[in-house]
């Protein structure tokens, strides 16, 4: 009888302390999923529930976080055609005039742009000259291989003559040149396209108003990875909408481009 009292109250106990466990750890538990939900509440309060990636609330599609305040414009219009290692625009030819009384031309649509632009220039006390403007797909073809001849001389240019000077002179039809909107900037009295010998004050003022007349720093030195080129010389027309935007995002006119595909 006594060894009966002595087992039954020792399942008694067991029996209880396996109680205050289960107790315990549903306690723990219940704490641990509300602090969890505390946490939670604390990141995502005032954000949208999480979507899969690429698609926003309500099944849109993701956007770039540049579209909500990108130009309203149509990106197929003249301003922005785009010549380079990934779009040769081959024969392009557009209906180009003098610019001023120089033997340089420019598209006739933007030349009084540029025209202001340089006028703008001289009111600040710079003397701009205008090195090279429009040049055709021809006038590029013979560039090109006069490089290329320079390089094999004096055998005739190979394969790999070419691929050297392509380093130097754009290929027929990859040249902002060719659009009749791009043009190079010197001063007067710098008229090297060696940056390191050019007047710096009037490089620095035309990159911070070219905006102003619908021009963009075709080629900056940060986008040298992207266009091939640094040239802090070369100015592009794309219009004063445009211009604004590519400026004051620092892009470069394929990434403004990338934004309406």
Request: hydrophobic share 35%; charged share 20%; proline share 6%.
């Amino acid at each position: 009888m006594q060894t009966k009292r002595i087992l039954s109250a020792f399942a008694f106990t067991l029996l209880t302390i396996f109680l205050l466990l289960v107790v315990a750890s549903r306690s723990g538990e219940a704490a641990k999923a509300e602090e969890y939900h505390n946490v939670d509440a604390d990141i995502g309060q005032g954000m949208p529930e999480p979507t899969p990636h690429g698609v926003m609330p309500g099944g849109k599609e993701e956007n770039d976080p540049k579209d909500a305040e990108k130009p309203d414009i149509d990106i197929t219009s003249w301003e922005y055609i785009l010549a380079g290692p990934s779009n040769n625009i081959g024969k392009y030819t557009p209906y180009v005039v003098a610019i001023e009384d120089t033997a340089q031309y420019f598209d006739e649509r933007a030349i009084t742009p540029l025209v202001n632009f340089l006028n703008a220039a001289r009111d600040a006390g710079f003397t701009p000259y205008i090195q090279t403007a429009y040049r055709s797909y021809s006038s590029q073809e013979y560039l090109l291989n006069g490089r290329a001849s320079q390089i094999a001389w004096p055998e005739y240019p190979t394969a790999e003559d070419y691929a050297e000077a392509e380093k130097y002179v754009a290929p027929p039809g990859e040249s902002d040149h060719q659009t009749g909107l791009g043009v190079d900037i010197t001063d007067r009295y710098y008229g090297s396209l060696d940056a390191n010998q050019m007047n710096q004050e009037f490089l620095v003022w035309l990159r911070e108003h070219c905006a102003e007349y619908g021009f963009i720093l075709r080629y900056p030195a940060a986008k040298e990875s992207i266009t091939g080129r640094n040239e802090p010389y070369h100015f592009r027309y794309v219009g004063v909408e445009a211009a604004t935007y590519i400026m004051e995002h620092n892009l470069c006119l394929e990434q403004f481009k990338a934004l309406y595909q």
